[in-house]
T-cell receptor
Framework: DGGITQSPKYLFRKEGQNVTLSCEQN?????MYWYRQDPGQGLRLIYY???????QKGDIAEGYSVSREKKESFPLTVTSAQKNPTAFYLC???????????????FGDGTRLSIL | AQSVAQPEDQVNVAEGNPLTVKCTYS??????LFWYVQYPNRGLQFLLK??????LVKGSYGFEAEFNKSQTSFHLKKPSALVSDSALYFC????????????FGSGTKLNVKP
C-alpha cells in the first residue's frame, strides 16, 4: 500500500541537541510538508517543498531545518535553537498537478518529540 | 488573508443523535474543501471533499458535509453518531490556483457519549 512513513514514533531530545525526524513517502507526490501540532491546537506549517532541492519556510520555521535530496524523503531537523520543541510532528504530501488540485493531503502517523 | 474557522472547540452529542461540526472559510475563488479526522497519536485521515456540483457530499464512515456558497460554510454532519466517532475533526481548504498550500481550521473535538 502507498503511504507516508514517519519515524521514530517517539523521540526524546536532550538540551542543546539536534534531532532529525524522518519522513518517507511512496505515493510519488511532488509536494511534502511538515506541521507541528500542540495539545488542543491545530496544525502549524513549519516547512514545505514542491520539488527536489527546493523548500520554503512556513509560519514557524525558526529553529527547524529541512532537506529534500530525494522526491521520496523530507527529513526535519529540530535544532537546539528551537527552545520549545515538545510537540507532535506530522508529515504530509500532496500531488501538485493543476488537474489534481482537488486531491487532499496524505498524512503520516506522526512523531512525538519530548524534552529529557 | 485566507482562513478557515471552526467556531466550536468541542461538540458533545449522545450516541444515536445527529451531529454537526461547523466550518466556515474565507478564501478567494472557488476553493476545494476537505474534512479530516484524527484519533489520538495518529495522523489525519481524509474523510471527504467538496469539488463542485452537489451541495451535499458523502464520505467515509457515514459522514457527509453540506456546502453553502453564500455562507461560505462546509459543515460536517452524520445522521446517527457512534461512540467510535469521538475524535478530533479538521476542516481544510486548498486554493484552486495557488494549490501548493492547505489551510486548516483549529480543530473540533467531538465527544459522543453512550
Amino acid at each position: 500500500d502507498g503511504g507516508i512513513t514517519q519515524s521514530p514514533k517517539y523521540l526524546f531530545r536532550k538540551e542543546g541537541q539536534n534531532v532529525t525526524l524522518s519522513c518517507e513517502q511512496n505515493l510519488n507526490h511532488d509536494a511534502m510538508y511538515w506541521y507541528r501540532q500542540d495539545p488542543g491546537q491545530g496544525l502549524r506549517l513549519i516547512y514545505y517543498s514542491q520539488i527536489v532541492n527546493d523548500f520554503q519556510k512556513g509560519d514557524i520555521a525558526e529553529g527547524y531545518s529541512v532537506s529534500r535530496e530525494k522526491k521520496e524523503s523530507f527529513p526535519l531537523t529540530v535544532t537546539s535553537a528551537q527552545k520549545n520543541p515538545t510537540a507532535f510532528y506530522l508529515c504530509a504530501s500532496s500531488i501538485l498537478r493543476l488537474r489534481d488540485s482537488n486531491q487532499p493531503q496524505h498524512f503520516g502517523d506522526g512523531t512525538r518529540l519530548s524534552i529529557l | 488573508a485566507q482562513s478557515v474557522a471552526q467556531p466550536e472547540d468541542q461538540v458533545n452529542v449522545a450516541e444515536g443523535n445527529p451531529l454537526t461540526v461547523k466550518c466556515t472559510y474565507s478564501v478567494s475563488g472557488n476553493p476545494y474543501l476537505f474534512w479530516y479526522v484524527q484519533y489520538p497519536n495518529r495522523g489525519l485521515q481524509f474523510l471527504l471533499k467538496y469539488i463542485t456540483g452537489d451541495n451535499l457530499v458523502k464520505g467515509s464512515y457515514g459522514f457527509e458535509a453540506e456546502f453553502n456558497k453564500s455562507q461560505t460554510s462546509f459543515h460536517l454532519k452524520k445522521p446517527s453518531a457512534l461512540v467510535s466517532d469521538s475524535a478530533l475533526y479538521f476542516c481544510a481548504v486548498r486554493e484552486p490556483y495557488n494549490f501548493n498550500k492547505f489551510y486548516f481550521g483549529s480543530g473540533t473535538k467531538l465527544n459522543v457519549k453512550p
